[in-house]
């Protein structure tokens, strides 16, 4: 059994920072790609950011310069720097991993619960 376990989210001001958190846990050979992704009221969920092992990062145009994605890959541990927050960037937010639970099992997704994030005055 694998296990995603978001932190970090909350009420913040329009400039303001957050930092998530994502650790994964449980049954666990390896780790390629940990994402996140969200989805506010009323939308689709939509990519944000992604890590992968070799630590190449992409980012929707969205969050370019303002989100930074990062990876502890000893603790299994994806982060999300989030500066410069907008009300638009108000969603739940979900960790995203592509792993592999043991070295006779493909990669498969999994999510975590999510974490509201929201930016208001």
């Known amino acids: 059994q694998v296990q995603l376990v978001e932190s970090g989210g909350g009420l913040v001001q329009p400039g303001g920072s957050l930092r998530l958190s994502c650790a994964a846990s449980?049954?666990?050979?390896?780790?390629?790609?940990m994402a996140w992704y969200r989805q506010a009221p009323g939308k689709q969920r939509e990519f944000v950011a992604s890590i992968t092992a070799g630590a190449i990062t992409n980012y929707a145009d969205s969050v370019k310069g303002r989100f930074t994605i990062s990876r502890d890959s000893a603790r299994n541990t994806v982060y999300l720097q989030m500066i410069s927050l907008k009300p638009e960037d108000t969603a739940v937010y979900y960790c995203?991993?592509?792993?592999?639970?043991?070295?006779?099992?493909?990669?498969?997704?999994?999510w975590g619960q999510g974490t509201q994030v929201t930016v208001s005055s």
């Open positions: 995203n991993s592509l792993l592999r639970s043991t070295q006779w099992t493909r990669s498969n997704p999994y």
């Open positions: 449980g049954s666990i050979f390896s780790i390629n790609t």
